[in-house]
């Protein structure tokens, strides 16, 4: 097992578009994450599973924003009629809790870029 | 609810000089404390994790961090800068359950040769 795997590593899409990212954690992982980082910012929450539960979804998650984890393995993540706003680098991570919080192992990312 | 701010979002430091990132928290409940490194489009890695027990916690490439509850903060450190340290830093907050992870704005740290 090589880490936390996201593809594309960089996507360039016209606004209003459809784009999808795939995210395969770790593979004993429970947790996975999803977080949105741009430019000069940390990164920010946007949603999270346990197993195939998502369980939390931040404000930031609006309605063009979808995620599922079929089966509690790999996640993917949508984003409907996109807009510039939305370019970004989209950060998956994936940790295995058991009790207490665990770090977050995180993937190279996905580079979104809305023209 | 948990926050935190990491003072300084440059730090300059000569090559072999000292490293002190700085990080305080808000949290209404016990922290768990994380630091991580972040290369030019890369996802981030951990360098260290605060849960409990020993406030001094040592982690990855030299760097070591303590936590000060009476201060709120969770300072990085490493004696002495190396130019493979040039990256950008997070640092991170979680709860008991890691139901998510409350990341600073970052620090960019520059080693000058």
């Known amino acids: 097992d090589t880490g936390v795997s996201q593809n594309p590593r960089h996507k360039i899409t016209k606004r209003g578009q459809n784009v999808t990212f795939r995210c395969d954690p770790i593979s004993e992982h429970n947790r996975l994450y999803w977080y949105r980082q741009t430019l000069g910012q940390g990164p920010e929450f946007l949603t999270y599973f346990q197993n195939e539960a998502q369980l939390e979804k931040s404000r930031l998650l609006s309605d063009r924003f979808s995620a599922e984890r079929p089966k509690g393995s790999f996640s993917t993540l949508e984003i409907q009629r996109t807009e510039q706003g939305d370019s970004a680098m989209y950060l998956c991570?994936?940790?295995?809790?058991?009790?207490?919080?665990?770090?977050?192992?995180f993937g190279q990312g996905t580079r979104l870029t809305v023209v | 609810a948990q926050s935190v701010t990491q003072l300084g979002s440059h730090v300059s430091v000569s090559e072999g000089a000292l490293v002190l990132l700085r990080c305080n928290y808000s949290s209404s409940v016990p922290p768990y404390l994380f630091w991580y490194v972040q290369y030019p489009n890369q996802g981030l890695q951990l360098l260290l994790k605060y849960t409990t027990g020993a406030t001094l916690v040592k982690g990855i490439n030299g760097f070591e961090a303590e936590f000060k509850k009476s201060e709120t903060s969770f300072h990085l450190t490493k004696p002495s800068a190396h130019m493979s340290d040039a990256a950008e830093y997070f640092c991170a907050v979680s709860d008991w359950a890691g139901n998510q992870f409350y990341f600073g704005t970052g620090t960019s740290l520059t080693v000058i040769p």
């Open positions: 991570a994936s940790s295995l809790r058991q009790g207490e919080a665990a770090e977050a192992f």
